[in-house]
Structure formats: structure tokens, C-alpha cells
């Protein structure tokens, strides 16, 4: 088994690491966020423990990223003090699998990694689904009833967020922000992408799903 920790306590880190290589597991670590999110770019873990309150990127953050941007479907167990109810429902919420509160015993932790690696990867992660459409994101597929519709990667990009938030309308600005970053488009150049996306996905079908609600942004419904 291969364990990635993400902790931001070296000797916390250490102490962990040398007692699951004592008991055989191959361990990799990383002491933030954005540097787990960088190995895993180019590494696969069977488990990562990943802790919380951690400087540049916190744990909360770094599993909304590798779930929703790099689909990333490995099983992740919160390693962390904070131990209130609303902490544990929004752990598990932006995707975390297990959640063990500090102090904890070495034992316990071992056998909840053995039974996270053996759950396996999920199955869940990188799936979006509305009404009669499903995307597969790492895939960069859409399908309405079943039928394949084509877009670019941008018009998908767009569509996914869209899908995350449905039926829920998104701003013209969380759209842009979301696909372009900083660097703001031309301002035809959403109207065009969202005019292609239309015909994509409602010509052919009887009920409408891209919605434009004027002053306020886009929504599917």
C-alpha cells in the first residue's frame, strides 16, 4: 500500500511516516496543500491522510480541488484536531472518505488505511449528473439521453460548472472567472460559447435545459 500524508507539522509528518514504513507501507509526504496537489499531478497513492489547518492551501480546500478540477478518485482520510460536528459534515461533503480526530492512536489509523485501500478507489469522483444529462469530466464526455453531444473544452468547462450548480443560476462573472481566470474573454466570446452549447444540448430534445435569466447569469433547469 502507498500513503501520501499532507501535513503541515514536520515531526507530526515524521512520526506518522515511521510508523506505517514499520508496519510496510510506502509513504510520500507533503507539507501543504498545493505541493500535494503537485505530486499527485504525476503520482497515485492507494489512501491520503490529509490534515486541515495547513498554510497556502488547507486540507478543506486542496480535496475540493482534486476532486473537482483532477477528478481525482483516490480514498481520503482527515487527519485533524478540529473535532465539531459542522467540521466533520463539511469534510465529508467536499469529499473526504474517514475522518480521525488528533490525538488518535497509531493502531487505529493503520486499520482505517487498510480498510480505505481496500474499499478501493471511488467510483463517484468525476461524474456529473442533471436531469437526463450525465458528464464524465475526466473523460471530457456529455451525453443527453444517452446520445453523445459534442463541445470543445471550453464549452464543457462551462457546462460542468453549470451542471455542479444546477439548477441553481451562475453569474455571468462566476462563469468567466471559472473558465478564463484573469484573463478576461472578448464579450462575444461567451455569448458564441453559450450560443454553441445551446444548440448542442436542446435542439435535438423536447425540453429545454440552458437557461439565461437577464441581470442575474445562467442556469440549467
Known amino acids: 500500500m502507498k500513503v501520501l500524508i499532507v501535513e503541515d507539522n514536520h515531526h507530526v509528518a515524521e512520526t506518522i511516516a515511521d510508523y506505517l514504513e514499520l508496519v510496510g507501507i510506502d509513504i510520500d509526504c507533503a507539507y501543504h496543500g498545493a505541493a500535494a496537489i503537485e505530486i499527485l499531478k504525476e503520482e ?23 476532486r473537482n478540477d483532477y477528478a481525482c478518485s483516490t480514498p481520503i482520510l482527515f487527519l485533524t484536531a478540529k473535532d465539531t460536528l459542522e467540521d466533520k459534515i463539511h469534510a465529508f461533503e467536499v469529499g473526504g472518505d474517514d475522518y480521525l480526530v488528533k ?32 458528464m464524465d469530466v475526466k473523460a471530457g464526455t456529455l451525453y443527453r439521453q444517452q446520445k453523445l453531444i459534442k463541445l470543445a473544452p471550453i464549452q464543457l468547462k462551462i457546462i460542468a460548472l453549470l451542471m455542479k450548480k444546477a439548477p441553481d443560476i451562475v453569474s455571468k462573472n ?48
Not at 110 to 121: E, F, N, Q, Y
Open 103 to 134: 490525538p488518535f492512536a497509531m493502531e487505529e489509523l493503520h486499520v482505517r488505511l487498510l480498510a480505505l485501500s481496500k474499499r478501493g478507489r471511488r467510483t463517484d469522483i468525476g461524474k456529473l449528473t442533471f436531469e437526463d444529462m450525465e
Open 44 to 66: 497515485t497513492f492507494d489512501v491520503i491522510v490529509m490534515d486541515i489547518m495547513m498554510p497556502k492551501l488547507d486540507g478543506i480546500s486542496t480535496v475540493e480541488v482534486l
Open 174 to 221: 462566476e462563469v468567466i472567472e471559472h473558465v478564463w481566470g484573469d484573463e478576461s474573454p472578448s464579450s462575444d466570446a461567451l455569448r458564441s460559447h453559450l450560443y454553441t452549447i445551446r444548440n448542442a444540448i436542446d435542439k435535438d430534445f423536447d425540453i429545454p435545459r440552458l437557461e439565461t435569466i437577464h441581470g442575474k447569469g445562467y442556469r440549467l433547469k
